[in-house]
């Protein structure tokens, strides 16, 4: 049966298989974190946290006045870059990078908010165009290897081989995804997954205004040299990305459920509806440890017209609140939201 347009397909296992995963990801948290400060479970090593604005484009067509962008409007916005491997390693590694914007001051009902008095609203953005696995039960054997690697590493890394030698494509998908990096204002981000748009379907993108001329650093570049560019950059002056919106034309070659496939740019051109703005600003290194780990960051913290869809996005919503509440517990941190 060809699929519909705009049109969601859970797997009627999903539950049970959305169960497994919180019970895996909460014992793989209690595993690696005995001692010290509790982090996050992917996307642990926060490189930055940077303020700047994200300003709604003025006179977008009608079909892009939707929930978020329905008016001309701009807000501050408070952002998080990471490396998203679960074990914090030098910037230079091959990675996978993240941006993780919450906007402040939105008004509406958002679907999930764990802080009711506040107004904000979350856009999860990699470096990555596409997700590792097309499916859960993929993604849940993957987690499994990985613990078990981190456990036992002869054993679970020749498990985590034989793995991939069965799943050549999401070998191959993690391989062009994990990169080397030598400007974080440089790259382009993406939303991996499809949103509702309305009573369309979307994925978003970032792309960034600054042309990549840097250059990667030598073998002796320091731990951290990512968050010493961003900083010499930000001291220098503003730095700009626009927000665009990619339409779903096409169920097939754009599907919802299995976002390893990427939407062709070609079939539907992404359209810009706002600008993300970092003001010249001095960033302050130590707040890596305070502010940015206290931050908390869930898709599902946004309006209804931009529903997160799929089974990534589905299996996400009680996990990632466990996984917050668990951190900032064993923190000693209460839960809340920034204020504009």
């Not at 209690?30 to 090593?45: E, F, I, N, W």
């Not at 731990?223 to 626009?242: C, H, I, M, S, T």
């Not at 990534?312 to 466990?322: C, D, G, H, K, T």
Request: charged share 25%.
């Amino acid at each position: 049966m060809k699929p519909e347009l705009y049109r969601e397909y859970p797997d009627p296992q999903e539950a049970a298989g959305q169960k497994r995963l919180l019970d895996l990801t909460m014992r793989t948290l209690k595993q690696k974190y005995l001692t010290g400060p509790q982090l996050r479970d992917t996307h642990a090593k926060g490189l930055a946290v940077v303020k700047g604005t994200f300003a709604v484009d003025p006179d977008l067509p009608a079909d892009l006045r939707v929930g978020l962008f329905a008016t001309a409007k701009s807000y501050p916005c408070v952002c998080r870059f990471s490396n998203t491997d679960p074990n914090p390693k030098p910037d230079l590694s091959r990675d996978m990078r993240a941006l993780s914007i919450k906007l402040m001051g939105v008004e509406g009902d958002m679907i999930w908010q764990d802080d009711r008095e506040a107004k904000t609203l979350d856009l999860l953005l990699m470096s990555a165009k596409t997700f590792m696995s097309p499916t859960l039960d993929l993604f849940i054997e993957l987690q499994e290897l990985l613990l078990k690697a981190y456990m036992t590493p002869i054993l679970g890394n020749a498990s985590l081989m034989w793995f991939f030698l069965k799943n050549p494509r999401i070998a191959a998908g993690v391989m062009k995804a994990e990169i080397t990096c030598a400007n974080l204002l440089e790259l382009p981000y993406f939303g991996e997954t499809p949103y509702a748009f309305d009573k369309k379907v979307v994925q978003y993108k970032l792309v960034p205004h600054k042309d990549p001329t840097s250059r990667l650093p030598g073998s002796d570049a320091p731990f951290n040299y990512l968050n010493l560019r961003l900083r010499e950059d930000l001291a220098a002056g503003d730095v700009q990305f626009d927000f665009l919106v990619q339409f779903q034309v096409d169920p097939e070659k754009m599907p919802i459920e299995d976002s390893t496939i990427p939407w062709s740019e070609t079939l539907s051109p992404p359209r810009k509806v706002a600008t993300l703005t970092f003001q010249k600003q001095t960033i302050d290194e130590p707040a890596l440890g305070t502010t940015g780990e206290h931050l908390s960051f869930n898709p599902w913290r946004t309006l209804p017209e931009h529903r997160p869809l799929g089974w990534v996005n589905r299996v996400r919503l009680p996990i990632y609140e466990a996984i917050s509440k668990f951190r900032h517990l064993r923190n000693s941190v209460p839960v809340s939201e920034p204020r504009a």
